[in-house]
């Protein structure tokens, strides 16, 4: 019988690339890093451009090329039409609307979507990671582990900028898992809607015991966290604080 061949490693996916660029490297130029942003604050983008396009290539890695920012994807895919091919790299703040939209968008076409924010809640990370994006850096986090984790996630691989980052995307002690029913819930409720009519605005239409069994599961589950979470008002109240709602403009009514 003949032997079984060696068994591949997690990564292996990632070895073809990365055994090119250390075999090529030593010949040509690789490619540029194509890189882009999409963010509402132009100022720390041009900054972090800057830090970027200075940083001198690895051994074996390319050196950064800065294609251009906008304020949304949408905006985004206006640029990305006058332009030759698509970036590589695309770091995008989770503040609008259709930032979820827009990184499962590019993520499906290849491109890296590297979260940069300065959001410490953990549901939009998260829903940012599910949506495909690859890395995350915190602004707050030095300037060095920028450059780390784009060239990272240029290669395919995922990064994170520090261990809080990594906590806000991974940890399970943070926050519960909520259901989109019991997320339906609340936002009602943060809405200014009456506990008991909120059973008849769900689809299909629920008695308020039910509703009631809701709110008592979603507090119980904060609660196996270590977290003062005992009336539906503390509920919204948590979940507005994980993230899993979006501050009203105004302020909500008692629940």
């Known amino acids: 019988m003949s032997p079984k061949p060696p068994r591949r490693p997690v990564c292996a996916r990632y070895e073809p690339c990365m055994a090119r660029s250390a075999t090529s490297s030593s010949r ?13 604050h132009p100022i720390v983008v041009q900054g972090i451009a800057a830090i970027l396009t200075a940083a001198p290539p690895e051994d074996g890695s390319a050196r950064f090329d800065w294609i251009g920012q906008t304020r949304s994807f949408a905006e985004l895919r206006g640029l990305l039409e006058d332009l030759d091919g698509l970036p590589d790299v695309v770091l ?13 968008w590019l993520s499906s076409r290849g491109v890296a979507v590297v ?4 959001e410490l809640r953990p549901i939009p990370i998260r829903r940012a990671i ?17 450059v780390e ?16 980052a990594y906590r806000l995307a991974t940890s399970e002690s943070l926050v519960p898992r909520l259901s989109p029913r019991e997320i339906q819930v609340l936002q009602l409720l943060l809405d200014g809607v009456p506990r008991k009519t909120v059973g008849s605005r769900l689809e299909p239409p629920v008695q308020l015991a039910t509703v ?3 709110i008592n599961r979603i507090c119980r589950r904060y609660q196996d966290l270590g977290r003062p979470v005992h009336t539906s008002a503390d509920a919204v109240r948590a979940a507005l604080e994980d993230g899993y709602l979006e501050p009203p403009r105004r ?5």
């Open 28 to 40: 040509l130029p690789l490619p540029a890093i194509r890189v882009a942003a999409v963010d509402g």
């Open 92 to 104: 995008c703040e989770l503040r609008g609307d259709d930032a979820v939209e827009g990184i499962d």
């Open 212 to 214: 009631v069994t809701y």
């Open 115 to 118: 979260v940069f924010t300065d």
């Open 149 to 164: 984790v784009v060239r990272t996630a240029s290669r395919g691989m995922a990064a994170v900028s520090s261990d809080l």
């Open 130 to 146: 599910d949506a495909g994006a690859r890395g995350v850096i915190l602004k707050s986090d030095p300037v060095a582990k920028i």
């Open 251 to 255: 302020g909500f009514a008692a629940v």
